[in-house]
């Protein structure tokens, strides 16, 4: 175990314990301001409770995502002070705005609509919620453009002076092909992930007849919303993985165990290697259709690892530029299969549901545990994107082993990584419960908890 090593493992720890509360925040924040607008439109009684009860659990998620995100940016000063020195000019940019702009929008007005009902008017109360939805999604995206930037280098010089990489071109920064393909897969990621714990909690209080309209409401919306956005995730793993075959060839080579140059490519559908990883035992292969997916074409020549690898020597120098295949062979694997299952999942409520009887159907008891799924499809493609990119911090420029801070021990990345893990361990033990009270407790528990004070005439619209 050396510095380089362990500071890998702390922040994979604290990065994949935030990204646990992200998505829900990103796509509940949607589901939420439209119950409210519907509340509004209707004076539904329902569509307030709907909108109180799904925000109750917005909240507490929420919370525990700030406490986790402040941990990782102070990594980059205490980890990675190398990385922060190289790529500072650059990867500040993106991050003061998130957290100037955009967080504090998101936490401001999160405030506004819990504590703001019958005293702002409603247009403004409603506003409220709308602003935080697009405020959590606007700090996604200018994550995504910092963290699109380390996959694909654009609009900058490096300074042989200073040996540092400084930003000429902010529009190409923000306009990275790499970073929009992030955005728009990500923030669908998050609809699935709202969506379906909407579809687990509502399954749950419908198999056990408890406030029927309110959570076949919900179901409903959780459905259509997962299926929808389900295909919208699958198009943008399409159009990243055609990126990467242009921009990062040795990750596309290591998800697919291709060691040799193919042309045309197959796709590979169950790989045995060698314990070296550096050879195909006995594989299950498509033909062609990893050419296609590359190139949308049936005949795309798709370099393998071991040309990739004498190619990387010759531009980089001596090293090993191979990433860890079994994890992103396997990642890769694991991201699609629950991908196809949530489709398959919502499609299948959406039908269900047109007749009567259907939470008495066998599958509808497994539906509660649905919950798990859009969590380890989305951590399984996190660790692919950045497992993917070693041995490199930033592709094609700083290698990680020259991104750590230079003074670190073990003893001390020992320390923080067991403090880390106890308290992270701690938090999820109380977020988990946390979540699952509300959860259970019905939309009467969040009423009551609620600040619900009668509109007073300053709440109403002239």
Known sequence: MNPTLLSQWQFALTSIYHWLFVP?????????????????????????KMAKFWGK??????????????????????NWSGYSRYVGDIFGAP?????????????????????????????????????????????????????????????????????????????????NSKAWTFIWHTLAVGLVTAAFLIISVSAYHLLRKQNVDFFRRSLRIG??????????????????????????????????????TEQPASFSLLT????????????????????????????????????????????????????????????FRIMMVFGFIMMGVSAWILLAMRREGYENRPGFKWLPWAVAMPYLAGMSGWILTEMGRQPWVVYGLL??????????????????????????????????????????AGPEAAMHESVDVALSPVGADD
């Not at 659990?57 to 205490?78: H, Y």
């Not at 504590?115 to 602003?131: D, Q, T």
């Not at 956005?229 to 793993?237: D, K």
Request: charged share 15%; hydrophobic share 50%.
């Open 57 to 78: 659990l917005l909240l507490i998620n929420f919370a525990m995502g700030v406490v986790t995100g402040i941990v990782m940016e102070f990594q980059f000063g205490m």
């Open 272 to 331: 045995i290697g060698d314990l070296s990883g550096r050879r195909e035992v006995w594989s299950i292969r498509i033909p062609y259709l990893m050419s296609f997916l590359a190139c949308n074409n049936f005949d795309c020549e798709v370099k393998g690892v071991n040309e990739l690898q004498a190619q990387y020597e010759a531009q980089y120098g001596p090293g090993n530029y191979i990433p860890l295949m079994v994890v992103t062979y396997w990642t």
């Open 24 to 48: 829900l925040t990103l796509g509940m924040g949607w589901f939420v301001a439209y119950m409210q607008t519907r509340y509004y439109q209707t004076r539904d009684e329902t569509w307030r």
């Open 399 to 440: 290698k990680v082993e020259d991104a750590i801070s230079p003074n670190l021990t073990v003893a001390d990345l020992w320390i923080s990584l067991i403090g880390y893990t106890l308290v992270y361990g701690s938090l999820a033990v109380i977020m988990f419960r946390l979540m699952k009270k509300y959860a259970l």
């Open 95 to 175: 991050l003061a705005i998130e957290a100037l702009l955009a967080f504090f929008m998101e936490s401001t007005f999160l405030g506004v609509w819990i504590f703001g009902e019958g005293r702002i008017p409603e247009k403004v109360h409603l506003a409220s919620i709308w602003l935080v939805a697009i405020g959590s999604n606007l700090s996604a995206i200018w994550i995504l453009i910092a963290n699109g930037w380390m996959q694909h280098p654009v609009g900058y010089v490096l300074n042989e002076a200073t040996g540092r990489a400084e930003l000429v071109d902010f529009f190409a920064l923000i306009g």
């Open 223 to 260: 459905a259509w919303v997962g299926l929808i956005a389900s295909i919208i995730v699958f198009l943008g793993g399409h159009t990243m993985g055609q990126l990467m075959y242009e921009q990062q060839p040795m990750k596309l080579a290591a998800l697919e165990a291709i060691w040799e």
